[in-house]
C-alpha cells in the first residue's frame, strides 16, 4: 500500500516561483516511478515530471523543461517539485502519483493510465 500527500499549491503571479512536495509512506522501495501530474481547465490531465527513485532518472515534460525541476529528500520519503517562471499556462491542480518502476522511462512515463496510486491534488494559480 501507497499513499501520497501533496502540498504547497498556492496563488502566484506571472514569472514567480512556487515549490510543491509530495511525502510518501507506506512500502515502496527504491524501484518506484513518482510523478507530478497536473490537470488544468480545459485540457486533459498532463504528465509533468518523473523520477525513478532506485536511478534518480528524471523526466521532464517539454513545456516546463528549463523552468521546473524535481528533486528527492529520501530520508524524509519526499519529492520536490520547484517550479519557477511560471506561466498562467501553468495553472490547475497538481497532483503526486506513483506506478511501478519497468515502466519509468522516457517512452512510457508520462501515459496516465499507468499510474496507480494518487494524492488529492494541490491547486497552484498564477495570475497575470
Known amino acids: 500500500q501507497v499513499q501520497l500527500a501533496e502540498s504547497g499549491g498556492g496563488l502566484v503571479q506571472t514569472a514567480g516561483s512556487l515549490k510543491l512536495s509530495c511525502i510518501v509512506s507506506?512500502?515502496?522501495?527504491?524501484?518506484?516511478?513518482l510523478a507530478w501530474i497536473r490537470q488544468s481547465p480545459g485540457k486533459e490531465r498532463e504528465g509533468v515530471a518523473a523520477?525513478?527513485?532506485?536511478?534518480?532518472?528524471?523526466h521532464y515534460a517539454d513545456a516546463v523543461k528549463g523552468r521546473f525541476s524535481v528533486s528527492q529528500d529520501k530520508p524524509k520519503n519526499t519529492m520536490f517539485l520547484q517550479m519557477n517562471v511560471l506561466k498562467v499556462e501553468d495553472s490547475g491542480v497538481y497532483y503526486c502519483?506513483?506506478?511501478?518502476?519497468?515502466?519509468?522511462?522516457?517512452?512510457?512515463?508520462?501515459?496516465?493510465?499507468?499510474?496507480?496510486?494518487w494524492g488529492q491534488g494541490t491547486q497552484v494559480s498564477v495570475s497575470s
Open positions: 507506506g512500502s515502496i522501495g527504491d524501484d518506484l516511478c
Open positions: 502519483a506513483a506506478m511501478s518502476w519497468h515502466a519509468c522511462n522516457s517512452r512510457d512515463w508520462s501515459q496516465i493510465e499507468r499510474y496507480i496510486y
Open positions: 523520477v525513478y527513485f532506485g536511478s534518480g532518472l528524471i
